[in-house]
Each structure stands twice: as structure tokens, then as C-alpha cells.
């Protein structure tokens, strides 16, 4: 019985800046309500426009360098035995180099 290994790579995900902007704007928004909300922070100003814009630069950054998460995605293995046939989107495993 031979065994024939596939490896498919995965695509890595593009960053996603909008849903980063978004949501730091809205952390920023609840964080200005949280110390208003404590007595910590008086709602002025710079509590309400300012750190929600700063949460919505801080958002966007990380939208934009994505640092959560893995660096490359681990790749998909498939083992197929001799005897079974190949799927139709895998391709036969490269032949090593002489």
C-alpha cells in the first residue's frame, strides 16, 4: 500500500481596515462613556470626539498590520491511499529533484 501526500496552502486573509476603524470608534465611544459614567473622566470635549477618533486610528492600524494572529497559515494535508483516487482539485505532489 503506497501512500501519496497532498499539501494545498491556504490563502492568506486579506486585512480588513474598515472593520478595524469601526471598531475602535466604537471602543472609543463606550471607553468616553465608561469614565463619564464612573466619575473619572467628565464628558467634555476631548472625551467625546477625541477618543473615539483615537480609537478609530488605533483600529485602523491594526485593520491595516493585522498583528493578531498566526504569521502563515499552517497548510492543509491530505493523505490519499494507493488505491483511492485523487480528488479532482488536488494536483499529484511535485517529483523531488534528481
Do not use: C, N, Y
Not at 10 to 34: T, Y
Not at 37 to 47: C, R
Not at 64 to 90: C, H, K, S, Y
Amino acid at each position: 500500500m503506497t501512500l501519496t501526500t497532498v499539501v494545498k496552502h491556504r490563502r492568506r486573509r486579506a486585512p480588513r481596515p474598515i472593520l478595524g476603524a469601526v471598531s475602535g470608534a466604537l471602543f472609543g465611544g463606550f471607553v468616553a462613556l465608561d469614565l463619564q459614567q464612573l466619575a473619572i473622566w467628565p464628558l467634555d470635549d476631548l472625551s467625546v470626539f477625541g477618543l473615539p477618533l483615537l480609537g478609530l486610528a488605533a483600529g485602523l492600524a491594526l485593520g491595516l498590520t493585522r498583528p493578531l494572529g498566526r504569521r502563515t497559515p499552517p497548510p492543509v494535508v491530505r493523505v490519499i491511499l494507493a488505491d483511492q483516487q485523487m480528488p479532482p482539485e488536488a494536483s499529484p505532489p511535485p517529483e523531488p529533484p534528481a
